[in-house]
DNA sequence: TGAGTAAACACAATATATTGTAATGACGTT
DNA sequence: AACGTCATTACAATATATTGTGTTTACTCA
């Protein structure tokens, strides 16, 4: 590993520990020549998962997007942060999982509405009118009363 | 290292090399609980690289803003997604050996320009009249112009 | 301001990664 | 179709990283 500072090609390990619930690498390194120290991590390749909108265009998969859009879907609903960053991390796991490298933003909106709809069903309602774009009122209320009886489920919110 | 398909805590390398010119260095690793295979990447701590807007505003850097951005300008022009990673990559590159940690949007998009110029002109105009935000059609119509006088050189795109 | 968390540092015993060499397969280019 | 490049795999000898334990410092939150 080379030295960031001095770009000297041999650098020695001083010390190593697993971080991030062991998903990571955290090491210390020291350069052999101007023995600066610096900090590397090690971590499981990510390969680019790109996004197919309903027009056809492309782009990058963002993790933060997800998250802000359930934040806006869950505005109001005392879900905590940690909840809808659990859940964001659950779909974008679900769906690296298939081992393809693109998704439709229809799948991926199902996908989060699935995990959404056991956790708040207000908030599914509004994620599903936003990803669905119902067509109609009668298919929204449709969505609505197939809610309705699943009122008896426990609120997950933390 | 845990394992990114079981969760296994312990896995092994298998194989080791150096990459990017020695910057990182690439493992393979084995589960001891599934035995799948998967590739990790060893890499300097990235220092948070703030980015000032022409509001004063300052916000993250964030690589895959960059990317969609590219993406976006290079629409229908048959440039591999893999091209402009490498584009944002040696950006990003670019901007971190300054060792400044605060970048603004002008210097940024500048040095996309100065890249992407080389790749694919159109691309380049498109990009160009977002980020300069050209003040009127006269100078919109000088950047053409230069843009016209470098027909003769090759296409990058692969 | 005091508690809690995380990064940094040191040291020593043991386990594991690294490196060269070489062959194969996938992919993009000519 | 042939070529170059690079990821992947394998094997074996050697060098190096890992892990526990413990201390210090820095930063955040109550």
Do not use: W
Request: with cysteine.
């Amino acid at each position: 590993m080379r030295c960031p500072f001095c770009y000297f090609p041999e650098t020695k390990v001083t010390d190593s520990r697993g971080a991030d619930e062991g998903n990571t690498i955290r090491r210390r390194r020291e350069c052999q020549q101007c023995n600066k120290r610096f900090t590397t991590y090690e971590m499981v390749e990510e390969l680019p998962l790109m996004v197919i909108k309903k027009d056809g265009r492309r782009e990058l998969f963002d993790r933060n997007k997800l998250i802000n859009g359930l934040l806006r879907a869950c505005e109001k609903r005392s879900i905590s942060v940690g909840v809808i960053e659990e859940l964001a991390v659950n779909v974008e796991k679900e769906i690296r999982n298939t081992l393809d490298r693109e998704v439709t933003t229809q799948r991926l909106g199902e996908t989060v509405m699935h995990y959404l709809k056991e956790i708040d069903q207000v908030a599914y309602v509004r994620f599903a009118s936003v990803y669905r774009q119902f067509a109609d009122i009668q298919n929204f209320m449709h969505e609505l009363e197939v809610l309705m009886k699943q009122v008896s489920k426990p609120d997950h919110s933390k």
